[in-house]
């Protein structure tokens, strides 16, 4: 499903790469069949969103949006977990499943971030 990879770019922070590739990324939007009309059409309005304007204020709104507070956290077992000592368990777990996939996360986010886990 090409689309949740499209989700997770649209959810990640914005940077210029992004930009460059809203062409693709809305034709992808476009071909996706698995999600309805409507729901293609928020997303390519988030799209246009985050490559129209300047691109340090779309980080700003990302920043202020995801990274404020705990309400729209990017980090899944932040909403699952909290603070509990279940999340480091549950981290470990899901790095487990990645492994095991036949995945190696070569990023510098934890693996509960949403785009990643997408």
Do not use: N
């Not at 949740?4 to 990640?12: A, E, N, R, T």
């Not at 499943?97 to 693996?111: H, N, S």
């Amino acid at each position: 499903m090409k689309i949740l990879k499209v989700i997770s770019l649209l959810l990640d922070y914005p940077t210029a790469p992004l930009r460059e590739h809203q062409l693709e990324l809305a034709m992808a939007i476009t071909s996706a069949h698995e999600i309805s009309p409507e729901q293609r059409a928020e997303l390519r309005a988030l799209l246009d969103e985050l490559c129209h304007g300047d691109l340090m204020d779309v980080q700003e709104r990302y920043t202020d949006l995801f990274d404020r507070g705990r309400a729209l956290s990017l980090l899944l077992f932040e909403h699952v977990h909290g603070e509990s000592r279940d999340r480091g368990q549950a981290m470990v777990d899901l790095m487990a499943q990645y492994e095991a996939a036949g995945f190696a996360i070569g990023v510098r986010e934890l693996p509960d971030y949403i785009p990643l886990y997408l």
